[in-house]
Structure formats: structure tokens, C-alpha cells
């Protein structure tokens, strides 16, 4: 079992950047899915970006497409996920999560998630 630790949240202007990272610990982090979701208040939990563990191949929301970059570096147990040219609606609690399968658009297929960490973009 994989536990998952988010950091780098914070408070950015509009167009300005953040790097989130999640730590893992516990499991086989290399052979983990790994994925992003967000959020808002009053507002379902909405997919982000994932990451494969095989290949590497990366996956991304309209809404962010252009705009943020995930990767995972497996000797550090860590992904990232670069946002630059933020919005104010990109405002939101943002979790990291696994799975032991392929990558997956919905919140409901991950098993482990992180305890989430703000973002918050002001105009």
C-alpha cells in the first residue's frame, strides 16, 4: 500500500507558476498510475492530469492542456506537476492519487490519495 504526500501549494498571482510535488512511500512506486485531480468548492472532484507507469505516456484535461506538465521521477518515489500561465479558476484543492492499472480519467478508480494541498490564484 502506497501513501502519498502532497506539497507546494499556494498563493500565485494569475499567470504565475507552481510546482506540486507528491512524495510516496510503502509499495512499488514504478509500477503505480499516478494522477492529479482538483477541487473547487461546491464542486464535484475533476481530473487533471495522469501519468502512466509503463512508457511514461501522459494524459491531461482540456482545461490545463498547454498549461500544466506531469512527470514522475521513480528514483525519488515523486510526481510533479508544473502549472504555469494559471487562472483563477484553476483554483482548487489539488490531490495526487494512485493505482495499480493503467491510468484512469475517473477519481473513482484510485484507491490512494493524498491529503490535497491548495492552490489558490487571485486575479
Known amino acids: 500500500q502506497v501513501q502519498l504526500v502532497e506539497s507546494g501549494g499556494g498563493l500565485v498571482q494569475s499567470g504565475g507558476s507552481l510546482r506540486l510535488s507528491c512524495a510516496a512511500s510503502?509499495?512499488?512506486?514504478?509500477?503505480?498510475?499516478l494522477g492529479w485531480f482538483r477541487q473547487a468548492p461546491g464542486k464535484e472532484r475533476e481530473f487533471v492530469a495522469a501519468?502512466?507507469?509503463?512508457?511514461?505516456?501522459?494524459y491531461y484535461a482540456d482545461s490545463v492542456k498547454g498549461r500544466f506538465t506531469i512527470s514522475r521521477d521513480n528514483a525519488r518515489n515523486t510526481v510533479y506537476l508544473q502549472m504555469n500561465s494559471l487562472k483563477v479558476e484553476d483554483t482548487a484543492v489539488y490531490y495526487c492519487?494512485?493505482?495499480?492499472?493503467?491510468?484512469?480519467?475517473?477519481?473513482?478508480?484510485?484507491?490512494?490519495w493524498g491529503q490535497g494541498t491548495q492552490v489558490t490564484v487571485s486575479s
Open positions: 501519468i502512466a507507469w509503463i512508457g511514461g505516456r501522459t
Open positions: 510503502g509499495g512499488t512506486f514504478s509500477r503505480y498510475a
Open positions: 492519487a494512485a493505482r495499480t492499472d493503467s491510468t484512469s480519467f475517473y477519481y473513482g478508480n484510485y484507491p490512494y
